[in-house]
């Protein structure tokens, strides 16, 4: 039996490439296909990852920690204490890998040349930079030294539409628990740019302990940022930070942010429409270049039939040259599509349309994500489609009428 379908294998084989034109055409075609399948894939992935993973640098964090009325109320009457006890306890465990209290209020940033509302951030800078959530890159001057550092640091549009700079004074204002206003004068120490030119304008960054004194609210914070090892599995140990918490709300960025879970979601369930829409397109060739085969053998068909060969091996050797044909083609097409990602994964610049990508919560730079699961889920529909594809070629090789088949010309 062994040695049977080796035969039939290696009959398969040969029977594929004896019109070598046709069938160099159709590889070729499914070679186009799933790479077309992968790299479009790759560069969809690469920009969800994009606008997921500013939205986490928004947000910042993939869970956040607030009083149950800040969402609606994002005013210093609605902080919290900072973490201690069994959610201080929660923080520390894996796969937790960092987290930051933050002061984070409505606020008015003045200057001699005019006034902008902005959100007011008290952070730790070291906590920061250990979420990830610190401006990457300062134009001028530096981030902020510590909690009780009692400068600024502002975005370098902010900064333009202020017409302020670096070491001049600026006045912030915002509201205390009593509803009066708070303010001070403080000198920018620093300038800096964001991938996202919006956020430029949006935050202004001060050393938590002096905006906790500016506002008069003690220890209190407004939220607590977390982030573990993935933000794709945030779920199981946002739970367990949520237990020890329950007077708290604890969010994932799923349930902060519902568009950027809804772009993920859709991510996946665009791979794999693209892919059987792509491969149906493909289907009509296969179908037709088996077919032919099928055609131009017929005389051979029934000759094996007379000679003793069951329909089912028949339909197992066009079947098999289906096979050989997409398995060569999704080798090809993957290795085609991994050589032309890998140089492109450093970035792709698209500064010239920035202003269209910042309308989505993308960078001016696009990353394409090359993931294994988009090879196998293409290798998956090629297949399993070609098969089905291939059913109808096959079954019309394996329905042969003996006599006719060896009396036609």
Do not use: C
């Amino acid at each position: 039996m062994m040695l049977l379908r080796a035969g039939i294998g290696r009959l398969a084989w040969r029977n594929l490439w004896r019109n070598r034109r046709r069938t160099l055409i159709m590889l070729l075609a499914v070679v186009v296909g799933v790479w077309a399948m992968v790299f479009m894939s790759a560069m969809m992935r690469g920009m969800v990852d994009e606008m997921v993973r500013n939205g986490l640098d928004q947000l910042p964090g993939e869970v956040q920690i607030h009083h149950r009325d800040y969402r609606d109320d994002p005013s210093v009457v609605n902080s919290i204490a900072p973490p201690a006890g069994d959610l201080l306890a929660a923080l520390q465990q894996p796969p937790v890998s960092a987290w930051s209290a933050r002061v984070r209020v409505p606020a008015m940033v003045s200057s001699a040349h005019g006034s902008r509302g902005v959100t007011l951030l008290g952070v730790d800078p070291a906590a920061e930079r250990a979420l990830g959530s610190a401006p990457r890159t300062m134009v001028a001057g530096r981030f902020l030294d510590g909690v009780d550092d009692r400068g600024v640091v502002l975005g370098q549009r902010l900064v333009e539409r202020l017409e302020t700079g670096l070491g001049k004074r600026v006045v912030i204002m915002s509201q205390d628990p009593d509803n009066n206003v708070a303010d001070r004068g403080v000198r920018v120490v620093g300038i800096y740019s964001a991938r996202l030119p919006g956020d430029e304008e949006r935050f202004v960054y001060g050393g938590r302990a002096a905006i906790q004194e500016l506002l008069g609210i003690g220890h209190q914070v407004s939220e607590v940022a977390v982030i573990g090892d993935g933000y794709r599995a945030v779920a199981p140990w946002a739970a367990r930070v949520a237990a020890a918490a329950p007077e708290l709300e604890v969010l994932s960025w799923r349930q902060l942010d519902p568009f950027l879970d809804a772009m993920l979601t859709l991510q996946d369930g665009f791979a794999l429409v693209f892919m059987v829409v792509v491969f149906q397109a493909l289907s009509f060739g296969l179908v037709n270049t088996l077919a032919m085969a099928v055609f131009e053998r017929v005389r051979e068909i029934g000759l094996m039939q007379a000679l003793g060969m069951r329909p089912g091996l028949v339909l197992q050797q066009v079947l098999l040259e289906s096979v050989f044909l997409l398995g060569l083609g999704l080798a090809l097409g993957n290795a085609l599509a991994w050589l032309s990602i890998k140089p492109l994964e450093s970035g792709i610049d698209l500064s010239s349309v920035a202003r269209g990508m910042e309308m989505f919560a993308m960078g001016s730079i696009l990353y394409p994500a090359l993931d294994w699961r988009d090879m196998l889920l293409s290798t998956v529909v090629v297949l399993g489609l070609g098969l089905l594809a291939s059913l109808i070629p096959a079954w019309r090789a394996a329905r042969l009428d003996p006599v006719r088949a060896l009396n036609s010309h």
